[in-house]
């Protein structure tokens, strides 16, 4: 079981939320063109910070996870404008996770295969689309709800021990994978360079995948 490590310092985040919003106010055009995709992700601390010694990171407090989401919008806002300029079709969506909202982001893409990539990248869900999280935001949003699943490959938690440089990895992910075979999990079949895999799908929650 995680342990929950408590976050501290609500106006120090409040204020590196606004330097998040400045730092993605705007489209990086070379980069975007180049890749078809750009995202803005909650990328400040402590909730881009990887999780050691099994805790977990504490999601935002209310006050907090309003700025978070206001500044979701506005960065929105700032991508449609410049996106427009293009003139041709594109994908631009807010994610809103829900309770996960620290994995909240924008992501926009241009070209055929990128968009249908994102349009299809998660499960439908048959959640109510009632979220107080996307209450915070402008009524002119359009809203789908999809699962907000982790996802485990079977391929990579069967990777042999000597490809670890801690044998409490190893462990570990042989552990995992045996709940993960117990639990009545989602399990799906697919295929890639190295052959047969399956993919589990542990339900975390939801995400509000919006737009204009």
Known sequence: MNRIKKIRGHRKIQKRIQNWIEQNGTINISDFLANKYCYAHVSFAPYCNISINNNSIAEPTAKTRKHIILGLQEIYNNW???LDKF?????L???LFEPRISKSQVICAIGKEK??????????????NDSNFQKILSADFKWKTHSDDDIYSEQELLTPESYYHIVEDYNYCKKLLKKLQKKNYTKVKTENEYGEDYLYYVPKGKVLIGGK
């Open 80 to 82: 449609r404008i410049e």
């Open 93 to 95: 969506k807010i994610y």
């Open 87 to 91: 003139n041709q079709p594109y994908f």
């Open 115 to 128: 968009i249908e990539y994102y349009e299809k990248f998660f499960r439908p869900a048959y959640y109510k």
